[in-house]
């Protein structure tokens, strides 16, 4: 059982490329979450999924686009990317609340980016 | 919208000392949910601790205790005989019950605890 994997660890981008964050969750839950965590701030949250086909805009979804194919995967995509975009970025994902879970998130161990 | 405010951005104590972190929040909602994380240096996320709302009784988890004051909308997170492991960020967040928690976690801003030997 790995919980929650991101790919890659670490990235340098060029302004205006575009990139996908990779997240898989092998825990069967059926909410995921991309948070972004800028320095010395806590999470914002930019998209969430309730599961399959269903995805939703967060607190800062400017520049981000999400897709949900399966329960599993939940990829973030960067278009043209920004100096403002430099952040780690987490992914989460959890039962649905009012289950034995307590809303419990698991997060993955996040992926620095970096935009020059 | 929910906010969450960490007054202390940086506390420092002794190995085996008794230390209480801030939080307070902000909500209209009457169903919700606190939690406690914890960021080492290696930056995983990692649950501490977790609060219903409509639970009276403060949560423990053997070293770290929270104090729930609904009313004035405060949870302190308490961690007793500290060890140089707990060495990391501490953030509180906040996730309303209704509507599935879909929105997320609601973070404050943190606070570095450093426990010196």
């Known amino acids: 059982n790995a919980g929650v994997t991101q790919t890659p660890k670490f990235r340098i981008l060029k302004i205006g490329q575009s990139m996908t964050l990779q997240c898989t969750q092998d825990m069967n839950h059926n909410y995921m979450y991309w948070y972004r965590q800028d320095p010395g701030m806590g999470l914002k949250l930019i998209y969430y999924s309730v599961g399959a086909g269903i995805t939703d805009k967060g607190e800062v979804p400017n520049g981000y686009n999400v897709s949900r194919s399966t329960t599993e995967d939940f990829p973030l995509r960067l278009e043209l990317a920004a100096p403002s975009q430099t952040s780690v970025y987490f992914c989460?994902?959890?039962?649905?609340?009012?289950?034995?879970?307590?809303?419990?998130?698991?997060f993955g161990p996040g992926t620095r980016l970096t935009v020059l | 919208a929910q906010t969450v405010t960490q007054s202390q951005p940086e506390m420092s104590v002794q190995e085996a000392e008794t230390v209480t972190l801030s939080c307070t929040y902000d909500?209209?909602?009457?169903?919700?949910?606190l939690f406690w994380y914890k960021q080492p240096p290696s930056r995983q996320m990692i649950l501490v601790i977790r609060?219903?709302?409509?639970?009276?009784q403060n949560a423990t988890e053997n070293r770290f205790s929270v104090n729930f004051q609904k009313a004035a909308k405060s949870f302190s997170l308490k961690i007793s005989d500290s060890q140089l492991g707990d060495t990391a960020m501490y953030f509180c967040?906040?996730?309303?019950?209704?509507?599935?928690?879909?929105?997320?976690?609601?973070f404050g801003k943190g606070t570095h605890l450093i426990i010196q030997p």
């Open positions: 989460a994902s959890s039962y649905p609340p009012g289950l034995a879970s307590g809303n419990e998130q698991f």
């Open positions: 967040a906040f996730m309303k019950g209704s509507g599935g928690g879909a929105d997320g976690l609601t």
């Open positions: 609060q219903e709302a409509y639970k009276q």
């Open positions: 909500t209209s909602e009457n169903n919700y949910y």
